[in-house]
Nanobody, 125 residues
Framework: QVRLVESGGGLVQPGGSLRLSCAIS????????MGWFRQAPGKGREFVSG????????KYTDSVKGRFTISRDNAKNTVYLQMSSLGPEDTAVYYC??????????????????WGQGTQVTVSS
């Protein structure tokens, strides 16, 4: 049974930073490409960033390029999303997801087989 648990969300002022973590259990993180998605109130779930199993391939949605950095530590079975220069538009529930097609990073939700429960990020003064 694969389980993903996100942490690190919270309330941050505009311009601030947060680091999200996603810990996997049940299977090695190295079995998966990983993605971060987010869902704002009243909106669909959107791709934020993804990383292949060895970290060779990374992708970002345009709105976070230069502000967010995805990384992974397979030895710790954890993937991270470092977020900086946060703005109110980044407010959402952030989810991590695992895809066993580990060499590719896909930006749609369908290929991801496992999902975490989400962590709330609120950017507000």
């Amino acid at each position: 049974q694969v389980r993903l648990v996100e942490s690190g969300g919270g309330l941050v002022q505009p311009g601030g930073s947060l680091r999200l973590s996603c810990a996997i259990s049940g299977r090695p993180l190295s079995n998966y490409a990983m993605g971060w998605f987010r869902q704002a109130p009243g909106k669909g779930r959107e791709f934020v960033s993804g990383i292949s199993w060895a970290g060779v391939v990374t992708k970002y949605t345009d709105s976070v390029k230069g502000r967010f950095t995805i990384s992974r530590d397979n030895a710790k079975n954890t993937v991270y999303l470092q977020m900086s220069s946060l703005g109110p538009e980044d407010t959402a529930v952030y989810y991590c997801a695992a895809n066993s097609q580990r060499a590719v990073v896909t930006i749609t939700t369908n290929p991801y087989e496992y999902w975490g429960q989400g962590t709330q990020v609120t950017v507000s003064s």
